[in-house]
């Protein structure tokens, strides 16, 4: 995921074909990876924030390279759901969403579904 969000912000900050800006590393550590990850959202967040447009439009930036990171993000659910282990929903109209708040310390869940 972390590599779809750098992907994301080469894309919206544009100057390189969309092609050639995409470019995967290989898993590392899991503690450096979540750092990356949540490196890469501060960053496009902070771009997000800037008056100046995206060199690509929001649409096709949501359509393409953040659906696939939400895609990703739902997976574990659904593989945690197949072995008997659920997952609670979180009624995310209800959440506490703060702009630049992107790192590990999130609000609780208003609410879950049972």
Do not use: C, N, Y
Request: a negative charge; zero cysteines; aromatic letters at 8%.
């Amino acid at each position: 995921m972390a590599d779809l969000l750098e992907w994301t912000l080469r894309l919206a900050e544009g100057g390189e074909p969309w092609r050639t800006a995409w470019r995967p590393l290989a898993p590392g550590v899991w503690s450096s990876d979540v750092g990356r990850f949540f490196e890469a959202l501060k960053r496009l967040d902070a771009h997000f924030s800037e008056p100046m447009p995206s060199a690509m439009s929001m649409e096709i930036l949501f359509q393409g390279p953040i659906s696939d990171v939400l895609t990703h993000i739902g997976q574990p659910a659904m593989l945690r759901r197949l072995a008997g282990s659920r997952v609670k929903g979180e009624v995310m109209i209800l959440a506490d969403v703060e702009a630049g708040r992107v790192g590990l310390d999130q609000a609780a869940p208003k609410w879950e579904f049972d």
